[in-house]
Nanobody, 113 residues
Framework: QVQLVESGGGLVQAGGSLRLSCAVS????????VVWYRQTPGKTREWVAL???????NYIDSVKGRFTISRDNAENTVFLQMNSLKPEDTAVYYC???????WGQGTQVTVSS
C-alpha cells in the first residue's frame, strides 16, 4: 500500500523558512510525480508545487522564487523548501501523487506577521 506522510510544519515569523517533508512508503518516490497542495478553512485545496517523474518542477505564481520542491530518492522523500514566508502562506499543506490517492493528515504551517 502506497502511503505519503507529511511533516515539518510549524509556526514561523514572516520572512522565515520551513522545510516540509513528504515521506513515501510502499513504492519508490521516483516512480510517480508528487504535488504539494495547501488548504485554508473555507477555501478549496490548491496546488502549490509539483515535481514530475522526470524531475521537472512547476509552481503556482504566488510562490515562484520562494518555494523549491525537490526529491531525494535515497530517502524516498519529496521536500518543499519554503523561504520568505508570508502570512498568506498559512495553511495545512498536503502532498499527494499527480494522480491523487487517499489524503493524509497534512501539516500545519502558520506564518505570523
Amino acid at each position: 500500500q502506497v502511503q505519503l506522510v507529511e511533516s515539518g510544519g510549524g509556526l514561523v515569523q514572516a520572512g522565515g523558512s520551513l522545510r516540509l517533508s513528504c515521506a513515501v512508503s510502499g513504492t519508490d518516490v521516483s516512480s510517480f510525480g508528487v504535488v504539494w497542495y495547501r488548504q485554508t478553512p473555507g477555501k478549496t485545496r490548491e496546488w502549490v508545487a509539483l515535481i514530475t517523474r522526470a524531475g521537472a518542477t512547476n509552481y503556482i505564481d504566488s510562490v515562484k522564487g520562494r518555494f523549491t520542491i525537490s526529491r531525494d530518492n535515497a530517502e524516498n522523500t519529496v521536500f518543499l523548501q519554503m523561504n520568505s514566508l508570508k502570512p498568506e502562506d498559512t495553511a495545512v499543506y498536503y502532498c499527494n501523487r499527480v494522480t491523487p490517492g487517499s489524503w493524509g493528515q497534512g501539516t500545519q504551517v502558520t506564518v505570523s506577521s
